[in-house]
């Protein structure tokens, strides 16, 4: 498996011998042993003690220059894993930038090998950054700011089609400060994506209305921005946000945290920088490459010396031909086929994010706490629903029941409630729910918005509350909740009756939450106070 994949372009005035003797340094102490760069240009293989392996080839003597070694060792603490790390540098001309590459593997004996990997930044890449000079071309060499200022250039450069890197951007704590230090995340990004960090105390409201709740983080998050897919023109960017609450179930230590957003970067780009990776096979392809054109060199030389025919040569150099373009569709057909296997994980990761969200509005639906008896009583609700006079739990179990992939219910939805039981207008109030998951679900999720949802819902809804609620703390606190570890207001609601009545009034609070493509519903029962 890749656990991290990289490339590096270095400027043209590096010469080979610094990465290749950071590299040698890097190697001794893994091995034990010195090891010194003039041993590094050659094809060879040594063995060290407690299973060290280190192979190396190189393709020299003209341009372009290749070199890559692999360096395999076990893991001190887990038993059966092997650790497997690639690096290679190739340089086209005498005065043409560096290639520098990267790729770090793991290799379990078995699926019973279950500790678990923390993907960081190997050394060695850190040491070449800092010791080398690196290219323009070298993505995350500093750190961004994601102020009210910044946006519109933020925004261009999420949206550029020709980009093929992850951009992250790191909020600050409500508190002030961040769960992971800007530098140390920035550092840790170098080759693989650029970091944008909103300053302490800025207006990240206003940020999201400027440049879209999906693309900006809040409270402390992370969200990652992948590459754009271009579809007819027009850029799709997928993205993973990671809550406060998420980082801060790691532990208190950075490491964990940096390591969890490293993971989900590498789970997209390993793929495309693996490809882009001068790999011992490719070297080794290489070197016989101009081994077998020497050859074809001194046969022709031979058959001129001895007066020969040139039939021979003609039928060497074509079999020459036939074999590199052999090798050049195979190498094409295996870069279809990792692109296609890129696709098809996006794809299962997509499903398994799916069923993830399915079982959290399945487990809503147990409410384990309260000792609910689910089947049934989610067929007693469908019984009630049916009869056209369920209570509002019956409502909101039979919801969940029906439709477990769009609507996720909140335990101050179902408090709530369980204290409107008497409310008589169940029949309507399940009407509204259904179409709430159903029709104004579907306008979401295809691009619609608010000015929609009259249509659909008549006068028994309202995008938000009057000004009275919005400028009353205490007004605002009763229609706030928390959501996935955040305090999300829910002003948007549906209502039945205005009188002071739990019988015949009732409230439905809600929100769209548009990266699960889910309604939340945080309040289902009595008028909440406007004072």
């Not at 076990?74 to 340089?91: M, S």
């Not at 302490?200 to 402390?220: F, H, K, M, P, Q």
Request: overall charge negative; some cysteine; proline content about 4%.
């Amino acid at each position: 498996m890749i656990v991290y994949s990289t490339v590096l372009t270095l400027e043209s005035k590096c010469n080979l011998d610094t990465p290749l003797q950071l590299a040698a340094n890097w190697l001794s102490k893994g091995m034990h042993s010195e090891i010194t760069a003039d041993s590094l240009k050659e094809t060879d293989t040594r063995i060290a003690a407690n299973r060290h392996r280190l192979e190396t080839w190189i393709a020299d003597g003209e341009f372009p220059v290749l070199f890559s070694f692999r360096y395999t060792h076990p893991d001190t603490r887990v038993g059966g894993r092997e650790w497997v790390t690639e690096f290679g540098l190739e340089q086209a001309s005498a005065d043409s930038e560096i290639r520098c590459t990267l790729l770090l593997q793991v290799n379990d004996i078995s699926p019973r090998v279950e500790a678990p990997i923390f993907v960081t930044q190997p050394r060695l890449i850190g040491q070449i950054y800092n010791r080398c000079p690196v290219s323009s071309q070298t993505v995350g060499q500093r750190q961004n700011r994601l102020s009210l200022t910044d946006s519109a250039s933020f925004l261009e450069n999420v949206n550029r089609l020709d980009r093929r890197h992850p951009i992250v951007v790191l909020s600050p704590l409500l508190e002030g400060g961040y769960l992971i230090p800007p530098a140390e995340l920035s550092a840790a990004l170098v080759g693989l994506g650029e970091l944008y960090v909103i300053p302490d105390g800025e207006d990240t409201y206003e940020l999201e209305r400027r440049c879209g709740r999906e693309n900006i983080a809040w409270r402390g998050a992370v969200n990652i921005l992948r590459p754009p897919r271009n579809v007819r023109n027009d850029a799709v960017i997928r993205y993973r946000r990671l809550y406060a609450a998420d980082l801060e179930s790691l532990g208190s230590q950075v490491g964990p945290k940096k390591s969890e957003v490293l993971s989900e970067i590498v789970h997209s780009s390993n793929v495309a920088a693996s490809r882009a990776h001068v790999s011992p096979l490719a070297v080794a392809r290489v070197s016989e490459s101009r081994d077998r054109k020497r050859e074809l060199e001194r046969r022709l030389h031979d058959s001129q010396r001895l007066g020969e025919e040139s039939a021979l040569l003609s039928f060497l150099q074509h079999a020459y031909n036939e074999h590199e373009e052999e090798i050049a569709r195979l190498e094409a057909a295996l870069d279809a086929a990792e692109l296609t296997r890129a696709e098809q994980d996006d794809g299962l990761r997509a499903l398994e994010y799916s069923n993830k969200s399915l079982t959290e509005a399945l487990a809503g639906v147990h409410q384990r706490s309260r000792g609910i008896d689910y089947e049934t009583d989610v067929r007693d609700a469908l019984r009630e629903v049916c009869g056209a006079n369920p209570t509002p739990t019956q409502s909101l179990l039979a919801l969940t029941a029906l439709y477990p992939e769009r609507v996720t219910i909140l335990e101050t939805g179902w408090k709530s409630a369980q204290e409107s039981t008497s409310f008589n207008k169940g029949g309507e109030a399940f009407r509204l729910l259904r179409l709430l998951v159903t029709s104004y679900w579907d306008m979401l999720k295809s691009g619609g918005g608010d000015s929609g949802a009259r249509s659909v819902f008549g006068s028994s809804f309202a995008s938000t509350e009057s000004e009275t609620v919005k400028k009353n703390k205490r007004a605002k606190q009763l229609r706030t909740f928390l959501y996935e570890g955040e305090a999300v207001e829910m002003m948007a609601h549906l209502k039945i009756g205005v009188k002071d009545s739990v019988t015949e009034t009732i409230r439905i609070h809600f929100l769209w939450d548009p990266e699960r493509e889910l309604i939340v519903i945080g309040h289902c029962g009595r008028h909440l106070d406007h004072r």
